[in-house]
């Protein structure tokens, strides 16, 4: 067991005085749990998260979306509570609770008063080992899986493309599955699929649980080691298996029809993330260019494409620096009126070409470090927002102590560094793009010979 | 724009209502009016060096008379430049001392709010722009047109939303002539119709002092905050409150409407006007409605729509209260070829639930969750600034956060079963569904 207790930094000097109220304490339990507390007294209120090493990218292909299904698992039931007693107790308490599935984490989280941390650790260490999975449960929460991919994917014809677009932009890494999985998949899934993937992964020694608030983190350590500690770590737990994306020699292009009212521009290049990346500045570098490109109103693509050229009638850049595998720079756009996907696409190439030939500014940059330092002490108003980081982090691999060299490493960019990322990723060869082709809305004119062919699955 | 897609247990909804537990002390509320006849509410929050402000005007769409879409234009084309300097010069003053500034507008309700750092440079430079945007916003032509164009194409892709369609069907029909009918981002006809002019003579009449509420929270004292607040205000124009919005009308009888789409999903809304800001039953209908459909997926809708059946991952029921009477809306989506099941437990529920009321259990647990989660509502200065905003444009007690707890204990089985059976008119409701073939 191991404790430390490191200050999260802030790197402006007037906000130095923050830096002492702000403590993160680490610990770890004999059977391998990790718990990370951020003392936060501003509220009488506390945030429990529990975070799991496991999420889509750990599936492989014929149970993509195993790990979201068994997320919605977790509320049906143990030896100990009955179905939906988890969520009634919560709720009972004045809690608000939820959980989330992504790529790289399945991870449970509920917000109550203060003093009422132990229910939540109560039913947390409970489920970590004693799920009882029903199939008569199971089959009812698949359809709710399935109508939750409906709404979410199937119509909406841009989630629709951004999900074919990960799906030729990586070969073998398993961020080209969508963590809602394959409809397909969800519908052959059998609960004994839950049931391995619930064995394998669900075990302290695969856990880290994150605790903000108005809490003393060593009296949250004591009641973490009376609640988890009893837990028998799993012994063959092994990391999963790194199916690393080859390098990518040469652009890829789709097209997804489907019935829409807008074409959308989705293109995205292949970019390493913190975790993998052999420089890290190249990827605090890769940070400042999305914010040079779209961090605010005043950033290039609206000033220049939607207000100025008019071109596009939206846009986007965005870039994910924490995640466990390598990733995709992304920029999007929906045409203006009169304008056509390729002016649209011509129109953000010209932009990246005019990262690779021209230094940022000073202004632009200035801009960009005035709200990393400000957003840093935005965020500490939300504690929600906190755990959430620490989880992140530490769930990646990056370890939670890696969020104090944010700032100061965003502060440390140059512009020849941004020209320099922009030159070594944004190329043609490592560029995917998606094409949302809209196809009549009308049923009966999508029949038509003239409607072309049927988008729907 | 999100690189990750990340998946929910539950999806979240807005909660439009606030609670209170007495264990703790609810924000100290201090109210004044300023020298310009704007009334000002304020919390001193000295834990972060951060000030958060909203100053809202009554220049909602109910404003809009025959120009749906005049109120949100008007809002959205703050963003465009002021005191001639164009949108990227104006957003470049902000974003260099990391200010967030916002605007938007919805059915009562235009208006700004703007995040910044306390140090004094920043701040100043922060509240001079916000001053020149509520000053002189630019409304150039060149500025209105293409936005213009911009709200045509957003409304062109709201069409291959089905849940957009059904908002529009449902507020139309849930509606009639009142104000509330139109959606706050016009129609292709009135979109096409606005002019600059218009946008400008909106914004002179209702962007006024008198006509406006201020909300103030952060590390700044009373003070400093009120010199702040006469920095805004100085220059802007006394004016005219506006008039207040015509009454609704409850609907008369019940209606369905089905609207074919090219979706795998069918969505249905259902409900009827609800509630209104400082209705008398609001409290009781807030406790009321949370174990019908208010509560997540402890309530009887989650239950036997998707505990029991499978049949929807979304599935709600709440009152959302406006100066006037708001929507009562129960939602949920389903496949299409179930959508006339799911239609038929909706209803059921809602008339199990008013004609038999809530169980003893049921209250004691809403009750529980009500009043334990109150330091929840007000643990960030975010949500503090929420409240405040609030309070000050429905003119609420400013003893609201203080008194709810109490009201919510004080409410009794009986009184919440006549007031369900006499305010929800489960035989009187619009039903909207869109999806599928008609």
Known sequence: MQRMNVAM???????????????????QLDNGLKLIVQEDHRAPVVISQVWYKVGSSYETNGITGVSHVLEHMMFKGTKKFAP?????????????????????????????????????FEMEAD???????????????????????????????????????????????????????????????????????????????????????????????????????????????????????????????????????????????????????????????????????????????????????????STGAGYSLSSRLAGRFLLEGVPAQGHTIKQAEAALLKEIK????????????????????????????????????????????????RLDDYVAKIQAVTPEQVQQVAKKYLIEDKLTVAELVPMPMDKKAARKPSGGAHGRH | MDAIKMMTRISLFLSVCFVILPVQAAPDIQHWTSKQGTQVFYVHAPGLPIVDLQITFDAGSARDGNLSGLSSMTSHMLGMGAAGLDATKIAQRFEGVGAEFGHSADRD????????????????????????????????????????????????????????????????????????AQMPNGTEKTIKALTAADLKKFFAKYYVASNATIAIVGDIDRKAANKLIDKLMKNIPAGKPAKPLPKVVDLKKAQTIRISHPSTQTHVYMGHPGNYRGDPDYFVMYLGNHALGGSGLVSRLSDEVREKRGLSYSVYSYFSPLARKGLFQVGMQTKNDQVDLGVKVLRQTIKDYVDTGMTEKELTASRKNITGGFPLRIDSNKKILGYLAMIGFYKLPLTYLDDFNKTIEAISLKQIHETMRRRVHSDRMVTVIVGGEK
């Open chain 1, 9 to 27: 930094l802030v790197c402006a000097g007037f906000l130095a005085s923050l830096v002492a109220e702000a403590g993160v304490s680490e610990y």
């Open chain 2, 109 to 180: 309700r235009a208006w700004l709010k703007l995040r910044s750092l306390t140090q004094q440079k920043w701040l100043d430079q922060a509240t001079d722009t916000l001053a020149m945007v509520m000053e002189k916003p630019n409304f150039t032509q060149s500025d209105f047109t293409r936005e213009q164009k911009r709200y045509l194409i957003s409304l062109k892709r709201e069409k291959q939303s089905p849940s957009k369609i059904a908002a529009r069907a449902f507020y139309k029909a849930a509606y009639g002539d009142h104000p509330y």
């Open chain 1, 354 to 401: 005019e990262l690779q030939t021209s230094m940022v500014s000073k202004g632009e940059l200035d801009r960009i470090k005035a709200q990393v330092v400000a957003s840093n002490v935005y965020e500490r108003d939300s504690i929600f927002y906190q755990a959430m980081q620490l989880g992140t982090y530490e769930t990646v691999g990056l370890g939670w102590k």
């Open chain 1, 127 to 313: 489920r970590m080992r004693g799920l009882q999975l029903s199939d008569k449960e199971f089959q009812k929460e698949v359809k709710v899986v399935m109508e939750e991919r409906r709404l979410r994917t199937e119509d909406k014809p841009e989630a629709y493309t951004y999900e074919q677009f990960n799906g030729v932009a990586s070969i073998t890494s398993p961020y080209r599955t969508p963590v809602i999985g394959w409809m397909n998949d969800l519908k052959s899934m059998k609960v004994e699929d839950l049931a391995v993937w619930y064995k394998q992964w669900y075990a302290p020694n695969n856990a880290t649980v994150v605790v903000a608030g108005d809490v003393k983190a060593d009296e949250v350590y004591q009641l973490a080691k009376q609640y988890f500690g009893p837990l028998k770590p799993s012994k063959n737990l092994s990391p999963p298996k790194p199916q690393t994306e080859p390098e990518q020699k040469g652009q890829r292009r789709i097209k997804v029809k489907m019935p829409a009212q807008l074409p959308y521009l989705l293109m995205g290049y292949a970019v390493p993330s913190l975790k993998v990346a052999k420089d890290d500045w190249e990827v605090y570098a890769l940070e400042v260019l999305a914010g040079v490109l779209d961090g605010g109103t005043s950033t290039r693509l609206s000033t220049r494409l939607v207000r100025e050229q008019g071109i596009l009638t």
């Open chain 1, 84 to 120: 939906g007693e988890f969520s009634r107790i919560i709720a009972a308490n004045g809690g608000r609770e939820n959980a989330f599935t992504g790529r790289d984490y399945t991870a449970y989280f509920q917000r109550l008063e203060k003093s009422r941390l132990k229910v939540s």
